[in-house]
């Protein structure tokens, strides 16, 4: 085989495993809409037991109909088999996380639980016709086997468990996931408490009426079973056990084919920063290598493709590698990465590799979304303003600790307001300070105008802040602005919490320098003729020429005593 038939080939086998994840998605799905309408079911043991059974109707006329009998054989025969095969097909345990682990462990809990639930009532009713009404559920697992209604208490919360645990790993990637989430938590917890409270009063209400034996005569006749066919149904049920432990036998063995395997392959290496590498069998994933060799790396989804936190830079042999399938190329270009970015769910390794991890391993499902292509470094011109509060170090000396801080965050919140009122991005805090950038997706024209109507906007919000704080202050407060526009790098940058976009470059220190002439000319306002160029300015201003320290050429700028008398053109 040669190597781009290789590649060729698995391409296509990312998409099946990509469509593969889809179709367990959707059958879960289903089965999750089943057991929601089973425990709403539950729930109205709460009103009444015809309540219960009205709506026993309901369920068992969609679920028990030619296309609902389909639809959920289908769901619960596709759903199986594709966990059955992901896990049989995974070469070690320790990569999986442990939530997904605990999801796991309860999905297989689930048929040992409930094959006694599933046979008594649809393979009974299929087999002898019986009418499996909630009379005859409760009358058999709360009177007759009272074990079983605690299993099938516990298999009720545990496949609920189990279902939440994978609607959460799949709808914590949207975008509108986090703001809905207290809401649907809440459901999650609310709806199995009202089934086993529905449940729990219908079968009050079935051990009174049992108490009678002619009721419990009459309801036993009614069913018309033999005990051959008693037998029968409690054959099925082993029978089931059986299976189940067979099925959990292939999975140890499973384990042990891999150990094997293993042993016979030759090893590949990836090598991390800070010189850090791992061996493991060809084929196996950047992501797998990286949790079987515990270097820390990001994957919200757990290595499904779909989130893009677990994005990597290949520095060496990336020519080994086969290319991105459409799948991984949609969901990189859904976050904006740039040339060159793969996912490490999604490269199998095939010789040895040198990568660079992109996101922090603490990366949440935040970093999935897409945001803008700046965020990730970029060269351009835009405007950036800097502001002092003058004289502030006297005042915070005459007032109490929480006065300052009182003011301080009355000037910070003035400030804010009126920097993204005029379309601003407020880049940090410093001391008594504040950096705004404008123009991140706008021309320099817009820039410009954009941050001379954020410095009016600033002094006017700081007259106002004077006036409404007149006796806190003691005397006015006065700020000093400085503008500059020129060429810098943006991006996202920092570390953990404090990660922020800001700009790093030549323009932002003359900004800070021009903000501090303010002193000098007793001004409120210094831009440089850059600004006033770009914007258009022909208003009043004193003009100066300039020389601006760590900058070899004179910088012209334009002196604004009062920033609230600026005129700007619309």
Not at 44 to 59: D, K, N, P
Request: proline share 4%; with cysteine; charged share 20%.
């Amino acid at each position: 085989m040669t190597v781009t038939g290789g590649k060729k080939t698995q391409k296509h086998s990312d998409r099946s495993w990509l469509k593969t994840e889809n179709l367990r998605l959707f059958s879960g799905l289903v089965l999750m809409l089943f057991l929601t309408m089973h425990l709403l079911n539950h729930s109205l043991g709460l009103i009444s037991l015809e309540a219960m059974e009205a709506g026993r109707l309901v369920f068992v006329g969609l679920w028990r109909s030619p296309p609902g009998t389909i639809l959920l054989i289908l769901a619960m025969a596709v759903h199986i088999a594709l966990t059955s095969a992901k896990l049989l097909a995974l070469r070690s345990f320790r990569r999986i996380p442990p939530k997904e682990i605990v999801q796991i462990i309860m999905g297989l809990a689930i048929p040992p639980l409930l094959i006694g639930h599933i046979v008594g009532t649809r393979v009974a009713h299929e087999a002898f016709g019986i009418t499996d009404n909630y009379t005859y559920v409760l009358f058999f697992v709360w009177i007759v086997t009272p074990i079983e209604a605690l299993l099938q208490s516990v298999g009720l919360i545990v496949a609920w468990v189990h279902g939440c645990l994978g609607l959460h790993f799949w709808l914590r990637l949207k975008p509108w996931y986090e703001k809905q989430y207290p809401f649907l938590y809440s459901a999650a917890l609310i709806l199995p408490i009202l089934a086993l409270t529905g449940f729990l009063v219908g079968a009050t209400e079935i051990e009174f009426l049992a108490r009678d034996a002619a009721w419990r005569t009459h309801l036993i006749q009614s069913l018309n079973v033999t005990q051959e066919d008693s037998q029968w149904i409690y054959q099925v049920r082993d029978y089931g056990h059986y299976g189940m432990i067979a099925a959990l036998a292939v999975l140890l063995l499973s384990r042990l084919f891999w150990f094997i395997h293993f042993r016979k392959e030759r090893l590949v290496t990836v090598q991390y920063p800070e010189g850090k590498t791992v061996s493991a069998p060809p084929g196996t994933t950047v992501l797998d290598i990286s949790k079987q060799g515990g270097i820390p790396h990001a994957s919200v989804c757990g290595g499904r493709g779909r989130c893009s936190t677990c994005r990597i830079r290949v520095t060496e042999g990336a020519d080994t590698l086969a290319p991105p399938s459409d799948a991984e190329l949609a969901v990189l270009k859904r976050v904006g990465a740039i040339e060159g970015t793969r996912l490490a769910c999604q490269v199998p390794v095939l010789a040895n590799l040198s990568v660079v991890p992109l996101l922090p391993d603490k990366a949440s499902h935040k970093h999935s979304f897409a945001k803008p292509a700046y965020l990730q470094g970029r060269e351009k011109d835009i405007a950036i303003l800097f502001a002092d509060l003058r004289a502030f170090t006297k005042f915070s000396e005459d007032k109490l600790p929480y006065d300052v801080v009182f003011v301080i965050n009355q000037y910070f919140r003035h400030m804010g307001e009126a920097i993204e009122g005029s379309g601003g991005h407020l880049d940090k805090f410093i001391g008594d300070g504040v950096m705004a950038l404008f123009g991140l997706e706008d021309d320099p024209a817009t820039a410009a105008k954009k941050a001379l109507k954020g410095a009016k906007a600033m002094a006017d919000a700081l007259d106002v802040m004077n006036t409404n704080l007149k006796s806190d202050l003691g005397e006015p407060l006065k700020i000093g602005i400085g503008i500059h526009m020129g060429h810098v790098i943006i991006g996202e940058m920092g570390y953990g919490k404090t990660t922020s976009i800001t700009a790093i470059g030549d323009a932002v220190n003359t900004a800070s320098r021009l903000e501090a002439m303010n002193k000098e000319y007793t001004s409120q306002l210094i831009f440089s003729d850059r600004i006033a160029v770009e914007a258009g300015f022909t208003g009043p201003a004193q003009k100066e020429e300039v020389i601006v320290r760590g900058r070899k050429n004179p910088l012209n700028i334009h002196v604004i005593e009062n920033a609230r008398t600026l005129i700007l053109q619309d």
